[in-house]
């Protein structure tokens, strides 16, 4: 009697087929959702770095202009004057030995720097159709929040600002921004806070 051998192996069925390709499927979607979401953070992450890099070099130059504030070329007190958004006062920024008309002001969301170069002769004027204006953020968001505080010569840390605000008694002035690269978002907002001392005051 022959014996018969049985070759039949084995194949995939439908459903086992079905079954691989829905979990290859959700590996790779849940693999690419990771990968999108990863870079999505990261260029946050950059973005939101640089805008709190480029908000701080900001602070730092108008700390670097007010502790350097000066007597304007016609005689001015070194402050004209100083606001809760707003600071105009007198500074050499560009080092020529002539004091130019600095403003730092808050509009909305915008903070702006004016300069005005004196005019030459025996009575220098700062003439305000001379300024020269600049956007330097737009992200500040200090809305109804002062952005400068000022404080006499008791300062001492921890006494509250001026009020009202005396110029000539000015000699410590306090920066505070509030700058938010993420609106939609809370993480994007970040506080930047400062005191300078002018010292020519």
């Known amino acids: 009697m022959k014996k018969i051998l049985n070759n039949y192996t084995r194949g995939i069925t439908l459903i086992e087929l079905v079954v691989t390709i829905g979990i290859i499927v959700i590996i790779g979607t849940a693999l690419a959702i990771f990968m999108v979401d990863n870079f999505k953070f990261h260029r946050m992450a950059m973005e939101e770095g640089s805008s709190m890099g480029e908000a701080q070099k900001i602070v730092d130059n108008m700390k670097k202009e007010i502790r350097s504030a000066t007597e304007s070329e016609n005689g001015s007190f070194p402050i004209e004057s100083a606001g809760n958004q707003t600071?105009?006062?007198?500074?050499?920024?560009?080092?020529?030995?002539?004091?130019?008309?600095?403003?730092?002001?808050?509009?909305?969301?915008?903070?702006?720097?004016?300069?005005?170069?004196?005019?030459?002769?025996?009575?220098p004027e700062y003439l305000p159709e001379n300024e020269q204006t600049v956007l330097i953020n737009t992200h500040v968001v200090n809305e109804a929040v002062p952005i400068f505080y000022y404080y006499d010569e008791n300062y001492t840390g921890t006494q509250s600002p001026m009020n009202p605000i005396v110029e000539l008694d000015i000699r410590v002035i306090g920066i505070h921004l509030i700058v938010d690269t993420a609106p939609a978002t809370s993480a994007g907002r970040y506080i930047l806070d400062t005191e300078v001392r002018p010292r020519n005051l």
């Open 87 to 123: 600071l105009v006062f007198y500074s050499d920024y560009d080092k020529d030995e002539i004091a130019e008309r600095i403003r730092y002001q808050l509009s909305g969301q915008n903070l702006e720097r004016g300069t005005i170069e004196p005019t030459s002769g025996e009575t």
